[in-house]
């Protein structure tokens, strides 16, 4: 009997039905707590102590929003272009962006770093292994920093607080949280997804009087180790509970389990947490495959495979480009009558019903206890929530000091001085560690801090109010001279995020030097031509992440799904290939069709 026959297809969409059901909440994303006043000491940045400045009121050719990897890969391939006059404000205390704040133990990239660190080939780095961890990635960060002196005119610990269009001067004008106010002639926002950490919502969350923090905001001085991987050798004595088991709690939860004295893992909806497989780099091998142009090649060769137009080799061979693989083998299987839409998602189906079950019965030969195996396991498909890859994580379960503390999809139930309520059961314990991630369906201007008032007092917020409209994801009418670093409404890459900053970055250099070159004071997308996008967009079939038959999480807006605006939320209907050549193409024209550029 084959493999496929064995497995309960109609039993599977029934349990995940039921799993979902148990989890979705009325209040959705209002669950969660925007950290501010009394919580917002969970802001504060443990690394680097803020400098005292002088207050800028001056002029810059063009002022970057953000300091992780879009800031840095615009700034390059604008100083690459003869444009050094660039300043890069950051709320961080030194560039990496995300790779800055996110520094728990085992932090590392989830996908290839071959792929995924910016600008490797310009720095001359080899990625010490596969999947590089935190410290590589913030140090190539600042490597870039460095070859291309963005240091010299970045403004860190700086938060932005109104961004203007002066339409006499055709300006933007910048006004920030440290007094500055100066002008740009060209603005770039790069505030990325996930960059404002959030906390649940759990009565009594303020009245704990343990030890807590973010997990973007590690406390070493409390755990003992450092981000290099040192033992976190303060906790031996102490009893911890980690709230969450997404990404990030997989990939801290193997040093706690080892550190603590005991380890309380509360955990609402489980992780798919497949085998990461991670090693190191050869050099020699390094050697003979870092020919001229080799990371664009390594990188267009990922996307291609993991989006379903394969090339020849897969270079990167991962969890990712095996997803794509295993679903391109069973519609190739179809006879040539069945391509059709419904049969090709039904072949999905299957892929991702076999592949699901294998990352289960890991669990099961993994984890020595078989209950906490079975509530360790994933009940949905594996692009309803962000696919893990981790060798050590399901281990943890095996240190005698870490317990799964798993609420039925419920979630904890209150927080009290002295420690978690799950299932009416106190868990008392010295700390807490919110592992719960960062806010991503509330506003564009909550999470960036400020809004953006265009031509005519046009505030971005209020021309968005029904939803996104640009043109590429990157241009927007009414707003001359800005540049959105971001995915949404372009390839909407989400296995290589970098891939879509990359492109963005390339597009503002370009399109800044056209200007410059040409004494164009002004350049605007056209009504029009942000019309025609957008109504190229809507043609795109619906994304597989996170729809509404998934369990909740940030993909679906925890099981609401969005609204009609948020159906905006798209990319280009041809696929993320061919997104980049024709943005490729648009721009080696040099015609910038849609765009208007003004004297």
């Known amino acids: 009997m084959s ?21 979705i909440r009325t209040d959705g994303n209002d669950q969660y707590i925007e950290i501010k006043d009394q919580l917002s000491h969970y802001l504060q940045d443990p690394y680097v102590p803020v400098k005292e400045r002088e207050p800028l009121n001056d002029h810059v050719t063009v002022a970057y929003i953000g300091g992780g990897f879009s800031g840095l890969v615009a700034g390059a391939r604008l100083v690459e272009r003869g444009i050094t006059d660039v300043r890069i404000l950051e709320k961080g205390g030194d560039f990496g962006g995300t790779w800055y704040w996110n520094r728990y133990p085992g ?8 792929v995924y660190m910016p600008l490797l080939e310009e720095t001359g780095h080899m990625p010490s292994e596969k999947y590089a961890h935190a410290p590589e990635i913030l140090e190539q960060c600042q490597r870039i920093g460095r070859k291309y002196n963005l240091y010299d005119n970045a403004l860190f610990h700086t938060q932005v607080k109104e961004l203007r269009w002066d339409e006499e001067e055709k300006v933007w004008r910048i006004t920030t949280d440290r007094g500055d106010d100066f002008t740009a002639n060209f603005v770039g926002m790069g505030t990325g997804p996930l960059h404002v950490p959030k906390l649940p919502g759990i009565p009594g969350i303020e009245t704990f009087k343990g030890h807590s923090f973010h997990t973007s905001r590690w406390d070493y001085e409390y755990t003992g180790g450092d981000p290099e991987g040192a033992p976190l050798e303060k906790l031996g004595d102490k009893r911890v509970a980690i709230i969450g088991t997404g990404a990030t709690a997989v990939q801290c939860v193997p040093h706690l389990a080892k550190a603590c004295q005991s380890l309380f893992v509360c955990q609402r909806t489980p992780s798919s947490v497949d085998i990461r497989d991670n090693h190191d780099i050869d050099p020699k091998w390094f050697h003979n495959i870092a020919t001229p142009g080799w990371q664009m090649r390594w990188i267009e060769n990922f996307t291609a495979n993991q989006t379903g137009q394969p090339a020849e080799e897969d270079l990167v061979a991962d969890g990712w480009t095996d997803i794509s693989k295993r679903v391109r083998e069973k519609i190739s299987k179809l006879p040539k009558e069945d391509l059709t839409i419904e049969k090709m998602m039904a072949a999905y189906e299957d892929s991702d019903f076999e592949k699901m079950e294998e990352i289960r019965s890991r669990c099961n030969s993994v984890v020595e206890d078989q209950e906490t195996a079975e509530h360790l396991k994933a009940w949905y498909q594996q692009l309803c929530k962000r696919p893990c890859f981790h ?22 139930e209150r927080i009290t001085e002295k ?4 299932g009416g059961v106190e868990y008392e314990v010295d700390c807490i560690i919110y592992a719960s991630g960062f806010e991503v369906g509330t506003p564009f201007e909550r999470r960036s801090g400020y809004d953006t008032v265009g031509k005519g007092g046009m505030l971005l917020s209020d021309y968005w109010a029904d939803g996104m409209r640009t043109k590429h994801g990157v241009h927007v009418h009414n707003f001359p001279n800005l540049f959105i670093s971001q995915a949404t409404q372009g390839a909407n890459l989400i296995s290589n995020y970098p891939h879509n900053l990359t492109e963005c970055g390339n597009t503002m250099a370009i399109m ?3 200007a410059l070159d040409n004494g164009f004071k002004e350049l605007e997308v056209t009504e029009q031509a942000e019309n025609d996008w957008m109504e190229l967009l809507l043609q795109a079939p619906p994304m597989m992440l996170g729809t509404t038959e998934c369990t909740p999480g940030y993909y679906n807006n925890e099981g609401k799904g969005w609204g009609e605006g948020e159906t905006r939320a798209v990319s280009y209907p041809f696929g993320p290939v061919a997104y980049f050549k024709y943005l490729n193409d648009w721009r080696d024209s040099g015609s910038f069709e849609g765009v208007e550029f003004r004297q």
């Open 419 to 422: 420690g978690v309520v799950v």
């Open 3 to 23: 493999e496929q026959a064995m497995i309960d297809k109609e039993g599977l969409r029934q349990r995940y039905a039921a799993e979902r059901d148990k989890r």
């Open 107 to 114: 932090a590392q990239c989830d996908t290839a770093a071959m």
């Open 391 to 412: 060798d050590e994580y399901l281990k943890s379960y095996n240190e005698p000091g870490c317990e799964l503390v798993d609420t039925d999809g419920q979630g904890v």
């Open 512 to 514: 800044v030097r056209h």
